[in-house]
Structure formats: C-alpha cells, structure tokens
C-alpha cells in the first residue's frame, strides 16, 4: 500500500511526532502545568463543538492526554505557547487536569500558524470561512502564493483559490455558510451573480426554497440571463443510454454519448477546474 502524503510542508513533519508510543518517547515528554500554555494566537479554528469537547474530555479522565500538545517556550511570560493541541488543552482543562504532557519546540512565527492550520485541516476539519481566513493570514502575513499554500496543507492551488473566493460573499451569506444554512457548494454557486444584491436575494429563496446545490445552478443561471438548453432528442439504444448514466453517475458530471456507423464520441462536461482536476484523476487512477 503507498504511504499516505501527510501534507505537511517542508520540515514541519519534525515538529509534529506520530502518534505512534516509541516515537514520542525519542522525542522527549515532559509536563508542565496546565495553566503555564497560553493559546496559540494563530489558532484558526474559532469554533469548537461542546460535546466533541466533553467526549474528549471524558477520554482524557479515563485515558489522560495520549498524544502530548507541541509548544514553544514563551520567555517574557515565563511559560509557554501553544502550538497544536488546542482541543486538547480545552478538553484538559474540562477535565480539571492539573499538568499535561507537551513535547517543545523551537518555531517560526510561520510555522506556528502552518502547524495549527495543518494539524486542524487533517484531524478536526475547520469550517470553510475557517480554512480561508487561515489561507488568507499565510498569504498576508507571510507572502506565500497560493500553490505554496496547497503544498503545505496537502491540496491543489485551485482548491486554495477557491475557498478563499468565499471571502468576498457579503457578511449575510459568510453568516448563513457559518450557521449551516447552506453548504460550501451553495456559496460556491452564490460567487457567480455579478452583485452583493443580487448574492443575497438568491440566498433567501434558497433558504425559503429549500434548494440544492444544483437546483442553485439553475436558479443562478437563470438570474444571469442563461437559457436552459434545448431538451436532446437522442437516437441511442437503451444499452447505450445505460452506460452513458452509469457513466454520469461514476464520474459526477454530464455526459453525451454519440454513435454512428463508423464510431462515435463520448463527451465529459466540467463547470471548474476543480471539476477538470477530479474528473482527470476518475479517468487515469489505476
């Protein structure tokens, strides 16, 4: 089987030890008080679940903290920073823990928001805004460029475009992406209308309506003036009308299928180059 990419970017796999026991004890484990870590201040996550939290929590009771938090030493506080491990240390502290196991390390202003925003995007998924507001401060804070994003969190460039674009919704519809009113595919969507009106007005009936995500398409076709395509009259046998569905329905995207006498052509359509990049890897895995 290959290894799995962890996705960590260049020398950061050091800094973050395998779970695995013998590993982290060459690396050295001490524990320190609990209230001597202060948080990260580049924590990307904002939010986190309360009974994730008190699941946790009465893991560490039973078990106590298994994988040691990463810190860094924080000299003029005479403590320490977190690095990774917030739920953790939330979870610790729930757990009335008086001392945790931590593993310290020296890091870069940069690697401390590499390390949290990778190690929440691997174990905890942040939330999309989440995700982009930590893409976003890698690429102000540090100048890095989107393909140098992706590299280090394990992603294509596109995708780290993309989830930044979300960023420029109005405040109304980063609010209902937040809340789970709608999905990251309807924000998505929403990115085509031309106007922050015009974004919003199609979030109510899409709230009102109940849409999904490609019943959204449509509707944000039709706000923007394109007609819908003319019904095909197909002169496939049923066989063939068969294996143009299953392919539909293998590779997440539309479909055509011609046929003559003399051959035909099999037509895949993609919407994005996200699409255009799933749809390669669907057609060239092993």
Not at 194 to 216: C, E, F
């Amino acid at each position: 089987m290959a290894k799995r990419r962890s996705g960590l970017g260049k020398g950061l796999e050091a800094l973050i030890p395998s779970t695995h026991s013998d590993t982290i004890h060459e690396q050295g484990v001490r524990t320190v008080p609990i209230e001597a870590i202060i948080p990260n201040p580049h924590q990307p996550r904002i939010d986190f679940h309360e009974f994730e939290l008190q699941e946790l929590a009465q893991s560490i009771m039973e078990h106590g903290v298994l994988q040691p938090l990463i810190v860094t030493e924080d000299a003029k506080n005479k403590g320490f920073t977190l690095i990774a491990g917030e739920r953790r240390l939330q979870a610790a502290k729930i757990a009335k823990l008086s001392r945790v196991p931590v593993i310290v390390r020296e890091v870069s202003e940069q690697e401390r928001l590499e390390i949290a925003l990778i190690e929440n995007v691997q174990r905890a998924d942040l939330s999309p805004l989440e995700k982009a507001e930590a893409y976003k401060q890698l690429s102000d804070e540090f100048n890095l460029t989107h393909e140098q994003i992706g590299t280090r969190v394990g992603i294509s460039r596109v995708a780290v475009t993309n989830t930044l674009r979300l960023l420029n919704l109005p405040a109304k519809i980063q609010d209902a992406l937040s809340n789970g009113l709608i999905s990251e595919g309807h924000a998505r969507v929403l990115l085509s209308l031309p106007s922050a009106q015009a974004q919003v007005a199609a979030l109510k009936a899409i709230i009102d309506r109940g849409l999904n995500v490609r019943q959204t398409e449509e509707l944000v076709k039709k706000l923007v003036g394109v007609k819908p395509p003319k019904k095909r009259k197909s002169n496939l046998s049923p066989e063939l009308l068969a294996i143009e569905e299953q392919l539909r329905s293998r590779l997440g995207t539309k479909v055509r299928i011609t046929h003559g006498a003399r051959g035909g052509t099999i037509t895949l359509h993609y919407y994005s180059d996200e699409e255009f990049e799933h749809l390669l890897r669907q057609i060239m895995k092993d």
